[in-house]
């Protein structure tokens, strides 16, 4: 799930321009596992399920692949 979506210029970066922060929490645990420190070009998916790596082993190992 991912949380506080914010639209950002980061003057840090080589070319400043607007990208994309926002916290992300698994959608089956509920640990967070992104913070708002990592910057992207594109705007993330709401719809989207998101996983841990913990949770996405899990569901391997377990042969899981139906949508959560």
Do not use: A, H
């Not at 929490?25 to 719809?47: M, T, V």
């Amino acid at each position: 799930m991912k949380t506080d979506i914010k639209q950002v210029t980061n003057i840090y970066i080589s070319n400043p321009t607007n990208w994309w922060v926002w916290n992300e929490f698994c959608d089956k645990c509920g640990e967070q596992f992104r913070s708002s420190n990592i910057y992207s070009s594109s705007k993330p998916d709401e719809n989207e399920k998101d996983y841990c790596l913990s949770c996405m082993r899990e569901m391997i190992d377990n042969k899981i692949n139906k949508r959560m």
